[in-house]
């Protein structure tokens, strides 16, 4: 998440660079055949205009589905934080000696609700390692320069400003060491985990711990954790309709490719600036409908790692700390900080 009120220029060159590179040799070019006579064919402006709006329209459609992927993505984590911060409130309300018949240490309870604690946390973290698994459809998996670009925005404005803090994707840290052994074995980890917290839930049962009342309404957060996890998957393994995607940059292309045969005769008729004029002024339209489409294509994926995703480890590091306090625990680890403008 890009927390910055602007985008440095630095990086806007950077982000913007190559499609400004082939406009203007696009451009240059047809302007160039013009001047020189080489070339006389000129397309009226009014189909050109009217292949623009439909443009427009179509990506503004499909930049709209896109922010709506990005921000749905955001209120299920902001929901993920809401249960967690409940889940810790009932564990450390609920499971207690008011209900058993031989009473447990004050140590042996602390101890149940460390392990209730820190498996969710242990969730939380692998839940987030696997949304950032790359599908197919993500940019980081194509190839050619679109996957090179795309490791290149990972490793600088994206996961790789905190590859050396996420130390807490080793579950070790959170389960006890035979149950991490035969959580990581699963096809799903994270979902193994919750059930794992529901086993537990009936033994607390059993033993006393909590009644009934107390295990319905636990069990019920654990449904809302699997609720919001089936969410998150939703929007990582069902992309955005490639029919939406792809057609847009195809209309693009086709309007751009079309625009300099009506732009650049047009305004070379205006005298001898109008040559000069009419290439800037053309990559910048051209240039203004690439970015719109760039900026959609890389807002349709919250969980590909990059500037614009959910910021999942702070959202994740958040919890961690409330939940620890609910403890008692006072060394904890720190926030998750902003790099270079960059909250991941």
Not at 197 to 204: G, I, W
Request: hydrophobic share 45%.
């Amino acid at each position: 998440m890009i927390v910055t009120k602007g985008i440095k220029f630095t990086s806007f060159i950077k982000w913007t660079g190559f499609p400004l590179i082939w406009l203007f040799g696009l451009m240059g070019s047809v302007a160039a055949l013009y001047h020189y006579g080489l070339m006389s064919i000129q397309i009226p402006w009014l189909p050109i205009s009217i292949i623009g709006t439909a443009v427009a329209f179509y990506v503004g459609f499909k930049n709209n589905q896109a922010y709506d992927r990005m921000w749905e993505a955001r209120k299920i984590w902001g929901g993920i934080v809401n249960d967690s911060r409940t889940w810790g409130m009932m564990v450390d309300g609920y499971v207690s000696n008011l209900f058993t018949q031989e009473k447990y240490s004050e140590s042996a309870i602390h101890q149940i609700k460390q392990r209730l604690i820190y498996r969710h946390i242990g969730w939380l973290y692998t839940h987030r390692s696997q949304l950032l698994a790359p599908t197919s459809w993500e940019h980081i998996s194509q190839s050619g320069r679109v996957a090179k670009m795309a490791r290149y925005y990972q490793e600088n404005f994206g996961i790789g400003l905190v590859a050396n803090e996420v130390t807490e994707a080793d579950l070790q840290q959170f389960l006890p060491k035979k149950e991490c052994g035969r959580m990581v074995r699963y096809a799903n980890t994270a979902t193994q985990i919750i059930n794992e917290q529901s086993r537990e839930l009936t033994k607390l049962r059993e033993q006393g711990l909590i009644d009934d009342f107390r295990h319905v309404e636990m069990e019920n957060v654990l449904r809302g954790f699997y609720t919001l996890q089936g969410k998150n998957e939703r929007i990582k393994k069902f992309p955005l309709p490639r029919q939406y995607a792809n057609m847009s940059r195809y209309f693009i292309w086709i309007f751009i490719f079309l625009l300099p045969f009506s732009m650049i005769p047009e305004l070379m008729k205006i005298g001898d600036w109008g040559f000069w004029l009419s290439i800037p002024i053309s990559v910048l339209i051209g240039w203004v409908y690439v970015m719109m489409e760039t900026v959609g294509d890389y807002s349709e994926n919250p969980f590909q790692g990059m500037a614009n995703d959910i910021p999942m480890l702070s959202l994740c590091r958040t919890i961690e700390i409330d939940l620890r306090e609910m403890l008692g625990e006072t060394d904890l680890p720190a926030p998750i900080q902003a790099k270079d403008g960059v909250l991941m």
